[in-house]
């Protein structure tokens, strides 16, 4: 690289690196090394740290309750993940194939629901859910749903709404990944005899696999970690590992406990994203070794 | 080549999705009914009831100031890190990449935590003030990777010919660097300042007892307020929502 005489020398890199190194050192890495420290903490009856180091708040983890709820919030950030990556790749295709002239437009109409309050985006389905709401007036009216049954408060709900809020997410990574797709390759399958679908599953889909694979990441971390949504449209039977932590924290004033389980929910982070890593520097060794 | 109608049918339903929720919402805020199940006639009284209560004027003071601060910090930081992470390749930088990156890639309640055990562990009480460290935290990574996207299309070359026509370093990077790079400084810091002002998981685990912002009274109303005065002040944000957006793309645009 050219370096620029006077300007950001090699001499200038530790005072333009500190600031936001420092920050980031004191503010992000010492805090999340403090949830894990705490785990190892017993609480205190004032709703502090207690003194010593103990595996107690550890082992309370083994209670009953949690293998459910981290299995809930795994099968729901899962099915969420999938239901999104379905929903968005045919629209990614979409609209990288469409006449350049409607692309900006299109683009807007994914960003405003991005950029739009995650509150308020939850809030409009709790009124379209709502009991006395437009859409269970016109289902129970179809005799679809019962007329005392509820559309609101349990995991149906959750998984509807994390997929709503999630999709924006993973259309923008597999649009920006479509549109640098050379569609004649698409064009060249079918040409060999290839069907619509059989090219668009062997050709397109290995195409723009690394969009998939920053798809799948963007919706199942937020998914796994996902709080407001059970929390509002969810019920006690649809709670998640993020309602567990907030209530350890808030309503029991327990901190160690709400440590340890954020440190599981940390895991069950890192697992699909060392996986992903991994997965994405085979697909590049592999794709280097094809001629 | 004859093309499937599949993918314009699932972008028009997933289009449908996106906006028919929002339409419901705005189209309640005007709506004379109290849970919106029928049309019972136009109405102001709930944006009217709105703006006559002094929480969310409060609320939104409060929620500005934090954004503007947070804006301003997570500004200066972002774009000296992405200077560094643009200029400079050692072992420093691959550290300062990760630190960089990794709050992109976490849930945002362990962020929350995180910072709130922080706090408590280092005695640190609960303010207005723990509020703005959290927000810098997490804006810096943003406005971070927006103005490095920005620095990757930036020609060095001119600032050499800047300072072969005698500018100094200074005036080079004032009168040089600073102009070309403002529509994608002020991309990164319009997100920083969005992502503030809607806030609402982080500020949780970071505000102390009585402080409150615009996202916190909302979820405090949608837990236990009034519905028809959420649809207002819903419609109210997506109004100006869509305005940010819109003046976003056009600064990108420029940019290009």
Sequence with gaps: MAETRGLLERRHEPWITLPSFLWLVVLFTIPAAIVFAIAFKPSDPFGGIGAGWTLHTLASLGDPNYPAILWRTVWLSVVTTVACLVLATPTAYYMARVAQRWRPLLVLAIIVPFWTSFLVRIFAWKVVLHPEGPLKHALAALHLVPADGSLLYHSGAVLLVLVYTELPFAILPLYA???KFDFRLLEAARDLGA????????VFLPGIRRGLLTATLVTLIPALGSYVVPDLVGGPTSEMLGNKIAQRTFSDRNLPHASALSALLA????????????????????????? | MKRSVTPFVITAAVLAFFYLPIVVLVVNSFNASRFGGEWNGFTLQWYRKLLASPDIWHALGNTFTIAVLATVGSTVLGTTAAFALDRYRSRLQDAHYLLVYAPLVIPEI???ISLLLFFVALGVELSYVTIVLAHVTFCVSYVAMVVLGRLQDFDWSLVEAAQDLGASPWVAARDVVLPLLAPGIAAGALLAFTLSVDDFVITFFTAGPGTTTLPLR???????????????????????????????????????
């Design chain 1, 195 to 202: 069907g619509p679908f059989r090219a668009f599953w062997i």
């Design chain 1, 267 to 291: 895991l069950a982070v890192l697992v699909p994203s060392v996986l992903a890593i991994t997965l994405s520097r085979r697909g590049d060794r592999s794709a280097q070794v094809k001629p």
């Design chain 1, 177 to 179: 990944a479509a549109e």
């Design chain 2, 110 to 112: 362990l962020l929350g």
């Design chain 2, 218 to 256: 909302i979820y405090s109303m949608i837990k236990h307020g009034s519905p028809p005065l959420i649809n207002a002040l819903s419609t109210l944000l997506l109004a100006l929502t869509t305005t940010t957006v819109w003046l976003s793309q056009r600064l990108l645009k420029e940019a290009r």
